[in-house]
């Protein structure tokens, strides 16, 4: 496509359910970036990725949160055993992965933790 | 660690007039974007600035950057309805490549007649 494709746009979880987050980025682009956005907030860096490798995971808030690009185009953000304050949008980004490039952002994974 | 801030947070202004949102850093750098999101939408690239000087105008939206001041403006000519949304900057905290940015907590625009 296009632009840079999220799915599911909207999820519900029940608290202590696992999610997969999908992200398809624009093709071609190399760098691949995870958000986590809460409501009324500015986006909050998660991980960054450069082709398949995992360049920066340092936001990435506890160890029930992996972020996977095994072959360097789709990547998936994945919680494991959610709490309610993972509830946020989760927003994927992609660039051509050169300084000064433009950042395209995707629609965003709504994620609500009940 | 590189801070980003922006000032006013929130901003209500009437059609017509004239305003600068304001966004200062913390550390170097010469790489700043701006974006626009509307509620329930995603962000919207504006404007790449990349070097000290750097002047970029689209429209009624004009941004600058004076990386010495470690300052970003962004600047709104004759604010009409259509530009009600929130406004982000972001500052790339690495020095190559395309690295994460860190976003101030935007500045909420509401034009209004």
């Known amino acids: 496509g296009a632009g840079v494709s999220q799915s599911p746009r909207y999820k519900v979880a029940k608290r202590g359910q696992d999610v997969a987050l999908r992200c398809d980025p624009i093709s071609g682009h190399v760098s691949l970036f995870w958000y986590q956005q809460a409501l009324g907030q500015g986006p909050e860096f998660l991980t960054y990725f450069q082709n398949e490798a995992q360049l920066d995971k340092s936001g990435l808030p506890s160890d029930r949160f992996f972020a996977e690009r095994p072959e360097g185009s789709v990547s998936t953000l994945k919680i494991q055993r959610t709490q309610q304050e993972d509830s946020a949008v989760y927003l994927c980004a992609s660039s051509l992965g050169v300084s000064g490039n433009t950042i395209y952002f995707g629609e965003g994974s709504w994620l609500t933790v009940v | 660690e590189l801070k980003v801030e922006q000032n006013p947070l929130f901003l209500s202004m009437q059609e017509g007039k004239n305003y600068t949102i304001y966004c200062n850093y913390s550390?170097?750098?010469?790489?700043l974007y701006w974006y626009r999101q509307d509620p329930g939408k995603s962000l919207e690239s504006l404007f790449v600035l990349l070097s000290n000087g750097a002047v970029k105008q689209e429209g009624r939206l004009m941004a600058s950057l004076d990386t010495k001041a470690r300052l970003s403006t962004l600047h709104i000519t004759a604010a009409v309805h259509d530009l009600s949304a929130t406004y982000f900057c972001?500052?790339?905290?690495?020095?190559?490549?395309?690295?994460?940015?860190?976003f101030g907590k935007g500045t909420r625009l509401s034009v209004i007649a």
């Open positions: 972001a500052v790339d905290k690495g020095r190559s490549g395309n690295t994460p940015l860190v």
């Open positions: 550390t170097t750098s010469d790489r």
